[in-house]
């Protein structure tokens, strides 16, 4: 009954995207930090956070929420890009080595142990020989 009422009442309205559950992690990490002392007016800005994270997703004017995330993501997809490529590389460490090409500075990445091979870049077709 209660669900059947909140699908009613969310027709229209832009619902929860990226840029919404960004704006709530903001806020919760913002109120964590707001309990040391000195910092309690990280406690209004968390706030402010979460109460404008809670109008977007209530807002119907959905051309608006959707341009601002989509500014939100042409941000956010880089940092995110970086931060998985550096787990990636931080994870097999212990198998494989990772070389920038000379030419197009592509990444590439080669098992560990071979000694000292020629490498082909994929993307230009440039070769190097590296240690690995």
């Known amino acids: ?6 699908a009613r009442f969310m027709i229209g309205r832009y619902g929860v995207d990226q840029f919404y559950f960004a704006l709530c992690i903001v806020a ?3 109120g964590v ?6 910092l309690g007016l990280l406690y209004i800005v968390s706030c402010i956070f979460l109460f404008y994270a809670l109008f977007r997703m209530l807002s119907r004017n959905i051309p608006k929420r959707r341009r601002e995330n989509d500014i939100f993501l042409r941000y956010w997809w880089p940092v995110r890009q970086s931060v998985t490529s550096w787990y990636r ?3 097999s460490r212990k198998t494989h080595r990772f070389f920038k090409c000379p030419g197009c ?15 082909t870049c994929p993307k230009c077709g440039e070769r190097f020989e590296r240690k690995t």
Do not use: A, C, D
């Not at 500075?105 to 490498?119: A, C, S, T, Y």
């Open 89 to 91: 590389r931080f994870k």
């Open 33 to 38: 930090l707001s309990s040391i002392p000195r």
């Open 105 to 119: 500075k592509n990444i590439l990445r080669v098992p560990k142990g071979k000694g000292k091979i020629q490498i």
């Open 1 to 6: 009954m209660i669900r059947n009422w909140l």
């Open 28 to 30: 919760v990490v913002l």
